[in-house]
């Protein structure tokens, strides 16, 4: 079996800081789906790993820098280029933010960028298959929640479900179909109502706007869909919308032509999936 080492290198961090480092580890480790591992904070370059009472099984390396500035990897490069055991180098920023602060790690003799996408890719394709829902945020009106007898290789952190959220919120996103569809309201004057009224908009915004209540409308989730990238499958969750509901907004949105086109894609591809899983 084998086995992920994570280690947290943050020398000089306090204990608040620490903490908020190790968890930003324990969600990485969890979204790429490794294998049981262990998260060790501040160990010293001489890690052990060809130890073998230490370390007898193939191992991922996952090293996560907690530091202002760029590591230097002269400390670590002679016993992770040494080691028999070390099958993947994984080197994480825990700094960095989406790229935008110009600090690149380069892991020494493995590229493994392609590697952390392609499984990224690969857990999450694997989660959607099993009626999980893959976004760490849930939609308006709905809560994400473990989802139990589930017997595989999925961490526990990534296997929920979506199932009907707080009831006022709810209320709402049936207010907002119903306001679209049956009474003409635009999306620009259901938002100006909404915010009138005082009702708090999605994701701790301050205000509604009609981008978000299109980005309401136009999701398949209210009619118990799962969706991953262009994957859709169908009866997975329970519905806050009643399928003709849902429609109706779709055509008066895109169209009607437009519509149907949408509407013939997704069946083909509904087919595909239930083709494939038997």
Known sequence: MLKTIAIVHALGANDFQLEILVKKMERFVGRMNFYPNEIRVNASPGIGMNNPGNYDIPSTLIIGWGLSEKPCWTKWA??????????????????????????????????????????SWQTRCKLFLNGCYVSYVAPYGMKRIPKEGCHDDLTVSNRHILVPGLQQEIEIVRLIF?????????????????????????????????????????????????????????????????????????????????FLRRFLSDCSLRLLLLSRNG
């Not at 002679?78 to 700094?95: C, G, H, K, M």
């Open 78 to 119: 002679y016993e992770i280029n040494t080691s028999q055991l070390i099958r993947l180098f994984i080197a994480v920023d825990l700094y960095e933010r989406y790229g935008t602060h110009g600090r690149v790690l380069v892991a020494p003799n493995v590229k493994a960028g392609s590697y952390w996408r392609h499984k």
């Open 178 to 258: 119903n306001l679209f569809v049956n009474h003409g309201y635009t999306m620009t004057e259901i938002s100006n109502l909404l915010n009138a009224q005082g009702i708090k908009a999605p994701n701790k915004s301050k205000i509604w706007s009609g981008k978000k209540i299109k980005f309401l409308l136009v999701s398949s989730v209210y009619i118990g869909s799962n969706q991953y990238g262009a994957c859709v499958k169908h009866n997975v969750f329970p519905a806050l919308i009643d399928r003709s509901t849902f429609c109706a907004a779709q055509a008066k949105i895109y169209g009607k032509e437009t």
